[in-house]
């Protein structure tokens, strides 16, 4: 499990949070505030019921594959978009796979890890 900033206490305290589940966590290197990612995390959740994502984690990339569910292809890509601005240290992009939205998040060569934080948001755990 990886550590996350729990955003309800706003006071940086650390918890341990395996998934989405946790509806008031963000990755430490995550640049929203409070309120913000708070927001965030819910258009997640929202998304996740009803695209009914499956995550797959390859070495330093995370790919999500979801139903397609009228309207997730653009929320996705609203999602991965603003994701980009407060979360640059991976790279996020959207493709459409077979008539399914994917979502991949990317981790730099140099830091292969970067992505542990989201995979864990997916119930993923990155192992070196």
């Known amino acids: 499990m990886l550590d996350l900033l729990d ?24 640049t929203l505030g409070p309120e913000d990612g ?8 929202r998304l996740h019921e009803i695209g009914g994502p499956v995550a797959y984690l390859d070495g330093r990339d995370l790919e999500v ?41 990317a981790s730099p060569a140099e830091v292969p890890d970067a992505v542990a934080p989201i995979a864990a948001m997916f119930g993923l755990t990155v192992t070196s």
């Not at 139903?67 to 994701?83: C, D, F, I, N, R």
């Open 65 to 105: 594959r979801y139903q397609p569910s009228p309207g997730v292809q653009a929320e996705l890509a609203e999602l991965a978009a603003a994701e980009q601005r407060c979360c640059s240290f991976v790279t996020w992009t959207v493709a459409e796979v077979e008539g399914r939205p994917v979502l991949r998040v």
């Open 38 to 45: 708070l927001l965030r995390l819910r258009r997640w959740e």
């Open 7 to 30: 955003m309800s206490t706003c006071n940086g305290g650390v918890e341990r949070a395996p998934d989405l589940d946790q509806q008031s966590t963000l990755p430490l290197a995550c």
